[in-house]
């Protein structure tokens, strides 16, 4: 069983960056797909971007330009650039053999963004 554990949200201003990490444990092979999700209260879950071991990486229209993902065999990390008070959502890592199957496993880590 994979586990996850998401490090590195916080409170940034408008206009900042932040940089989230997230470890994966238990796979002793390169997981296929990583990647981010948020929700923030009162809204839906939302796959903000994902990487595959081939390094193929796709992101939500809401972010792209602004955030960044990137991995290391079985760590997978988000550069959040250009923050804005609608990127404030809790994060949760994902890992899943494709990108349909993504499941969210981590306790997420809490971005907040004040304007």
């Known amino acids: 069983q994979v586990q996850l554990v998401e490090s590195g949200g916080g409170l940034a201003q408008a206009g900042g960056s932040l940089r989230l990490s997230c470890a994966a444990s238990?796979?002793?092979?390169?997981?296929?797909?990583m990647g981010w999700y948020r929700q923030a209260p009162g809204n839906q879950r939302e796959l903000v971007a994902f990487i595959t071991s081939g390094g193929s990486r796709n992101y939500a229209d809401s972010v792209k330009g602004r955030f960044t993902i990137s991995r290391d065999k079985n760590m997978v990390y988000l550069q959040m650039n250009s923050l804005k008070p609608e990127d404030t959502a809790v994060y949760y890592c994902a890992a899943g053999m494709t990108s349909a199957t993504l499941n969210p496993r981590g306790q997420g880590t809490q971005v907040t963004v004040s304007s």
């Open positions: 238990g796979s002793p092979f390169s997981i296929p797909v």
